[in-house]
């Protein structure tokens, strides 16, 4: 494994980040969230990936998608695709089918484990293009910012990693912006600080009320 050794991925949560609340001041947690800051510093590697990106629906917050995956160049996608048409006898005549990316995707699925919460079916691992300054401009993601799990994928992206570098491509997981969101609208207006104050504001009240009902409770 080139980037990340198991031992240490397997100690990274969400939880373990440096990157929280308690140690950014409110400023520089406001600062993060612009658009224009976000697009100067992505893509992230895991161990940097600022909390204050993380959804949290049930509070109401909604930042910006970020997909976390393996970053790759359609060129690498495509060789990956015609070495595993080849072992099966299907090359090239694959490429003829236009569902011929969902048949890696659902192979790499399979590979990974990368399993739904219904049903304990393997879910396809789709290639999606995102919006980054590096050249590997496409993702094979395993999770966004809205349905990250309890715990850091530590298996599932090891084993798309040892997947590709099998296949002879060396790739990072990283956390992607998933749109540009700087095509819509002008960049200056695309700030979430303020949703992100009342996100905490939120949370906090809802952790107050839990600590009350539970001290009347025990009384």
């Not at 099966?88 to 569902?99: G, K, T």
Request: charged content about 25%; glycine content about 4%.
């Amino acid at each position: 494994m080139i980037m990340m050794p198991t031992s240490t991925m397997a100690k990274l949560s969400l939880e373990d980040s440096h990157n929280t609340e308690s140690s950014q001041s409110e400023d520089d947690l406001s600062k993060t969230l612009h658009m224009r800051y976000i697009k100067a510093h992505e893509p992230w590697t895991p161990y940097d990936f600022p909390k204050q990106y993380m959804a949290h629906v049930k509070y109401e917050y909604y930042p910006p998608t970020f997909v976390l995956g393996a970053g790759v160049t359609a060129a690498e996608f495509m060789r990956y695709a015609s070495e595993y048409f080849k072992r099966h006898d299907l090359f090239p005549q694959a490429f003829d089918r236009l569902d011929w990316p969902s048949i890696i995707a659902k192979h790499l699925g399979s590979v990974c484990e990368h399993v739904t919460t219904y049903g304990g079916q393997s879910s396809p691992i789709l290639l999606r293009q995102v919006p980054t300054k590096s050249d590997t401009s496409y993702v094979l993601p395993i999770c966004t910012n809205y349905n990250f799990p309890r715990r850091f994928p530590t298996e599932e992206c090891v084993k798309l990693l040892d997947e590709l570098e099998g296949a002879g491509i060396k790739a990072d997981i990283q956390w992607f912006l998933a749109e540009d969101h700087t095509e819509w609208e002008s960049i200056e207006l695309l700030d979430w600080s303020k949703d992100y104050l009342d996100f905490l504001k939120r949370r906090s009240e809802a952790r107050r009320n839990r600590r009350d009902v539970h001290v009347v409770t025990k009384q």
